[in-house]
């Protein structure tokens, strides 16, 4: 089991669904958080909403990182180590999508995307986990997708970087086991977060439609249970039925998933 109280949990995409939900719930779990995020003023807009009184968990220094560069991941590296706490859990939440075919996608934001969703917790991972070793103990929790088992059309590039990120996760758990350190990857289906909100290019993006109610998920929730699976060193958890469904379908009837992402992408496309 991995204990939440007075655990120092490093926390990246802080001011996101999934980030704000996670803070919340781990400083009710008693945790001692350190957020990050790029946006500033939400940093402190948020922390102000949060009253220190009704929860006993603590909200250590936030900092402002670029994660999407490697001196932003080494700038944040270095301000943590500074705190002198070392972190025993890390969660890298921080990620972003993009929809659109690939080739009508700007080249410069599918790799910013790529830089965030898979190059940045590769880095913090690398960079935290030598701590963890000498120390014996540590978590390292990753948020994927259900885009890591399946390419919708128009997420290419965001299934690419979950895949990646399910990849890596899956190798560095077997890597770090015999130190006594956890690797959890949780893959979560559409939920009702801004990420629903992203960016979307070219000839796809013409039809693009918001996806119904019932098609996506409650992040409270997804985030309660990707925390009861970080207390019970599960490496992987699915969140919510949409993921557990699908995932099966893809292990188990793969030849029924190309119907299923069709129907997926219909919810996606206005009708003409």
């Known amino acids: 089991m991995t204990e939440l109280n007075n655990a120092v949990v490093l926390l990246t995409g802080a001011t996101g669904g ?82 659109g075919r690939m080739d009508e996608t700007p080249t410069e934001r599918w790799e910013l995307m790529m830089q965030l969703n898979l190059l940045a917790p590769m880095r913090l991972s690398n960079q935290f986990v030598a ?17 890591g088992w399946i390419a919708p059309t128009g997420l290419t590039g965001y299934a690419a970087s979950k895949f990646g990120l399910r990849g890596y996760s899956d190798g560095v758990r077997n890597e770090v086991k015999e130190f006594n350190i956890q690797v959890t990857t949780v893959y979560p289906f559409f939920s009702r977060t801004p990420i629903l909100n992203s960016d979307s290019f070219g000839s796809l993006a013409q039809g693009k439609a918001d996806l119904p109610h019932w098609m996506t998920t409650d992040p409270h929730k997804i985030m309660q249970a990707t925390l009861q699976g970080i207390r019970q060193n599960k490496p992987e958890v699915f ?6 469904v699908l995932t099966r379908i893809k292990r188990y009837f793969p030849g029924l998933l190309q119907w299923t992402t069709t129907q997926i992408k219909q919810q996606y496309q206005k009708p003409s």
Request: with cysteine; glycine share 6%; charged share 15%.
């Open 239 to 244: 969140p919510d039925l949409p993921s557990r």
């Open 18 to 99: 999934f980030g704000h939900e996670l803070t919340q719930l781990l400083l009710e779990a008693g945790s001692r958080v350190i957020r990050t995020d790029i946006n500033a003023a939400l940093l402190e807009q948020q922390a102000e909403q949060l009253n220190p009184d009704s929860h006993p968990g603590e909200l250590l220094p936030s900092f402002v990182a670029n994660l999407g560069t490697v001196d932003g991941c080494e700038s944040l590296y270095q301000h943590v180590q500074a705190l002198n706490h070392p972190v025993d859990i890390l969660i890298n939440n921080a990620g972003i999508a993009l929809y």
């Open 131 to 147: 701590d963890m070793i000498t120390r014996r103990q540590g978590h390292i929790v990753n948020i994927s997708s259900v885009a």
